[in-house]
Each structure stands twice: as C-alpha cells, then as structure tokens.
C-alpha cells in the first residue's frame, strides 16, 4: 500500500453572529463562546436595523459588545448594515450564526435562513442552542424588567445592567 504525502492547506472558518445586541445578554455571550469553539474567529456584527427602535444607540450597543467580549482573542466586534450575506463574503465568513431558544425562534430563523440561501448559496447559517439557563433569556424581556427595576444578576453582564439603570433611572 502506497501512501501519498497530500500538502495540506490550512485555512481559516470565519463565522459572523449578527443581532441588535439591544442589549447584549448573558445569552449571546454563551452562543459566542459556543460559536468560538467551533469557528477559528468571530465577528460579532451589530446591526442597524431601521425596522427597529433601539433603546441604545449603536455606539453605545458597539462598546458594550466590545467590553464584554474583550477577554477573547477570536472576536471582533463590527457593526453591520445592509444584508447579511453580503457582510459575511466581504469579510471572508461563509457561516452565519443564529441562536435558537425555543420552538417559536425556529420559524422565524427558518425563513431569514433560507432567504439568505437564496441570496447566496454559499453563505450558510449554523443554529446554536443557549444552555437551559439563558434559554428564556431575550433582549426585549431584559429592557422590560429592566425598566420596572426588577433584578438582572445572572442575566446579563454588569457593564449591561449599570447602563440599563442608567438609562432607565439616571443612576450612574
């Protein structure tokens, strides 16, 4: 049996996890350190989406995401505008991460998946599951109790939960 020596190229996975990060919860960190035991590197891309209203403003969603991913090498946080797919071949990605709590994010993942597909077949989404703990875990729910003063511990980081009363109560 002969065996052939094959050069072997390496070559880098790019992933790009797209969101509003309106704010960045305990929840997407966990899809990031997911996402970066797969993937060589990380683009958090934080999008400005005019379909929605943020509480924060880009700049502010910016530097919270870049405070709380700073302790990892493999994530670079960007802000994102227009499609996704077109973003994610610009910076030498082919995956697309998505997070998937429950039975009810599924559909609507489904179809922004397939849609993506179909703008560029190339480009594939990779859905990751949040561990129990942050499956209920959603931004809009976190500005909510936020707003009413209930308790964030756990749920977010503290950078997050300083900014929320901030906005919520003036507290600094």
Known sequence: MEIHNKTMEIIMSIAVYPGSFDP????HIDLIERAIRIFDK?????????GKTPLFTIEERLDMVKK???????????????????YVKQHGASVIIRGLRAISDFEFELQMALINRRLN?????????????????????????ASLGAPLEGLVPDIVMKKLQEKFFGNS
């Open 24 to 27: 960045i919860t305990n929840g």
């Open 42 to 50: 990380l683009i958090v891309a934080v999008a400005e989406n005019p």
């Open 68 to 86: 709380t991913t700073e302790k990892y090498e493999n994530v670079i946080v960007d802000r994102i505008s227009g499609l996704t797919v077109d």
């Open 121 to 145: 077949d190339e480009v594939e989404t990779v859905f990751l599951m949040p561990s129990l703990q942050y499956s209920f875990v959603k931004s809009s729910h976190i500005k909510e109790l």
